[in-house]
């Protein structure tokens, strides 16, 4: 692993005081200890080392993993779980998307320009013709999360009236509700947010349409939530996938999914960030067969196994299982799972 950069390191903005101390590797959140896993330590440190600055992705592996075996938006999943972990500390971790993260101290790094004037005819127009044209759904968020504003266009996509949403929250337009939208405004996203994949929207007669989303989410320097900016964009319903493949860390938690979406009956936003197995197997055995095919040098294995599907009911795949091994140490690992 990278060597740890030094400390002790101590970052405030408003109400919010986060201290790191490397030497015996604590977080303490507003006084609060704050459990980590080693990656997440090693993620935040590299990123107290450079307090208001963007350390870029290439340069974040770098630090942390010094190689990288798995897709690079992989990376956003430790600090997804980081944000979760730090509580009103996590607001501080700021995605400059294209370029990398920032951890910000102070007012002026941490916060967003406010969003723009939301009454202001000629902006909400602007969308309105916008919506017409492209058959997409424009809606604007308040400061409570509420819907304040959407688009006529979501009467000829759904069914709804634009009234009918105006003062309720939007993901209880989604029909497995309490997804990424929730949780993108409530683990602290500031600046741009995509949906990982398709959601399904409920329209007002009882049917469904596929979307994905795209907001702009404001914060103020105080890391309040100050509203948002979404838009919907109708796509085909995603096809099941007949092979998936899993990634998971050394400890083996599930850090993604491949492609993001529902697979033997799983939806990957239920399990991604938790222990996962599709034998059924235990942690403790998990590991104990992990170790073994370490000692007999096998970083690759194809095995057939028995996997658990969301009811419980058991379907034979094929996986071949990847080894990250560094050190004679598993790092990180995945399984390619057909299944055919």
Same mark, same amino acid.
């Given at each position: ?15 919010? #005081? ?9 977080? #303490? ?18 990123? $107290? ?9 290439? =340069?974040?592996?770098?630090a942390v993993? =010094?190689?990288?075996? *798995? &897709? ?20 501080? +971790? ?25 009454? $202001? ?21 308040? $400061? ?6 959407? /688009? $006529? ?13 105006? *003062? ?5 337009? +989604?029909?497995?509700?309490?997804? @990424? ?6 683990? *602290? ?11 399904e929207l409920?329209?007002?007669?009882? @049917?469904?349409?596929?979307v994905t989303?795209?907001?702009? +989410? ?6 309040? !939530? ?17 092979? %998936? ?17 529902? %697979? ?10 938790? !222990? %996962? ?5 235990? &942690? ?17 294995? #194809? ?6 599907? @969301?009811?419980?009911?058991? /379907? ?8 990250? +091994?560094?050190? =004679?140490?598993?790092? *990180? !690992? ?7």
């Amino acid at each position: 692993m990278p060597q740890t950069l030094p400390g002790p390191f101590s970052v405030t903005a408003s109400d919010c #005081r986060l201290d790191i101390d490397v030497a015996s590797r604590t977080v #303490r959140a507003n006084g609060v200890d704050v459990p980590l896993t080693p990656t997440e330590f090693e993620v935040l440190v590299c990123l $107290a080392a450079r307090t208001n600055s963007v350390v870029p992705l290439d =340069g974040l592996i770098e630090a942390v993993w =010094g190689e990288w075996f *798995g &897709p690079r938006g992989h990376v956003s999943v430790h600090v997804h779980h980081l944000r979760r972990k730090l509580g009103a500390c996590g607001g501080l +971790i700021v995605t400059r998307r294209g370029f990398g993260y920032m951890l910000a101290s102070g007012t002026d790094g941490a916060a967003y320009p406010p969003p723009p004037g939301w009454g $202001a005819s000629t902006f909400l127009d602007v969308l309105q013709a916008d919506g017409r044209a492209r058959a997409v759904i424009w809606m604007v968020s308040s $400061a409570d999360r509420s819907v304040a504003w959407v /688009s $006529a266009s979501v009467t000829h996509l759904t069914g709804w009236m634009p009234h009918e949403l105006v *003062g309720r929250l939007p993901w209880e337009f +989604i029909t497995q509700s309490d997804r @990424s939208s929730r949780v993108a405004v409530d683990d *602290g996203v500031a600046g741009d947010f995509e949906t990982p994949g398709p959601v399904e929207l409920r329209c007002a007669d009882g @049917s469904t349409i596929w979307v994905t989303a795209s907001a702009r +989410i404001f914060r103020g320097p105080d890391g309040r !939530y100050l509203g948002g900016l979404t838009e919907c964009r109708p796509v085909d319903p995603p096809a099941a996938p007949k092979s %998936f493949t899993l990634y998971f860390d050394a400890d083996s938690t599930l850090l993604a999914v491949e492609p993001h979406a529902p %697979f033997l009956g799983w939806d990957p936003e239920q399990v991604i960030g938790s !222990y %996962f197995s599709l034998a059924g197997i235990d &942690p403790s055995a998990s590991k104990l067969a992990l170790d073994s095919l370490v000692a007999t040098g096998q970083a690759d294995h #194809r095995v057939a196994l028995a996997a658990v599907t @969301s009811d419980g009911a058991v /379907s034979p795949v094929m996986a071949t299982l990847r080894l990250e +091994i560094q050190s =004679g140490r598993i790092v *990180g !690992y995945s399984g390619e799972v057909s299944l055919d």
